[in-house]
Each structure stands twice: as structure tokens, then as C-alpha cells.
């Protein structure tokens, strides 16, 4: 079992900021490749964003790209999603995904099918 804990959810108006955060107590996650995805009201889980085990790696959905950041923040034993210029739209529950296995391939890396551990979630609201 691999724990993940999101966190950094919250509600903000369009234009503004969050940054998540997805982490696990006791246990590194450098060897592990992480996948962010979301799910809205009434929606079908889409992917957001995803970063390699060594985190030179990245692919956003194109919906996102150029407004979120993924990135690892080692000190912290944490992936960050930082999410800028927020629209109505990205109002979802957003959750980390963790894939333990030795291949990344940036492609693939958007789908939900190869990540094997789950968080429970954290709720962000863009909403004027």
C-alpha cells in the first residue's frame, strides 16, 4: 500500500492561485512516477498532469498546459501541482496517482490505467 495524502485544496476566484501538493509519510517517492488527475461534478476522471521518478520528465493535458506546473520538491518528500490563472472550469476533486515502474514513457504517463496507488483527494473550487 502506498498511503498518498493530497492537500493544498481550497476555493478561489478565477485568475487566482493553488498549489498541491501530493505526499506519503514514511516512505520516499522518488521511485515512483506521479500522475495528477481530477474529477468534476458529475464528470469522468480526466488527466491533468504527470512527472517522471526523476522528475526530468513531464506532459500536461492540454487543457492545463502552460497555466499548471507539476514538479518534486525533494525536501518536502513531495509532488506539487502549482496552479495558476484557476477558471470556473478546473473546479474539480483533484487527486495523485503513484506508478512503481521502471519505464516512463511521457505518452502514456495521462493514463489513469498504469498508476496503482490513490489518494483519497482534495477538493478545489474556482468560482466567483
Known amino acids: 500500500q502506498l498511503p498518498l495524502v493530497e492537500s493544498g485544496g481550497g476555493s478561489v476566484h478565477p485568475g487566482g492561485s493553488l498549489r498541491l501538493s501530493c505526499t506519503v509519510p514514511?516512505?520516499?517517492?522518488?521511485?515512483?512516477?506521479i500522475g495528477w488527475f481530477r474529477q468534476a461534478p458529475g464528470g469522468e476522471r480526466e488527466a491533468v498532469s504527470c512527472?517522471?521518478?526523476?522528475?526530468?520528465?513531464?506532459n500536461y493535458a492540454a487543457s492545463v498546459k502552460d497555466r499548471f506546473t507539476v514538479s518534486r520538491e525533494v525536501t518536502k518528500n513531495a509532488v506539487d501541482l502549482q496552479m495558476d490563472n484557476l477558471k470556473p472550469e478546473d473546479t474539480a476533486v483533484y487527486y495523485c496517482?503513484?506508478?512503481?515502474?521502471?519505464?516512463?514513457?511521457?505518452?502514456?504517463?495521462?493514463?489513469?490505467?498504469?498508476?496503482?496507488?490513490w489518494g483519497q483527494g482534495t477538493q478545489v473550487v474556482v468560482s466567483s
Open positions: 496517482a503513484a506508478d512503481s515502474s521502471p519505464s516512463w514513457v511521457r505518452a502514456a504517463c495521462l493514463n489513469a490505467n498504469m498508476y496503482q496507488y
Open positions: 514514511d516512505i520516499t517517492l522518488d521511485s515512483y512516477q
Open positions: 512527472i517522471s521518478a526523476t522528475g526530468a520528465g513531464t
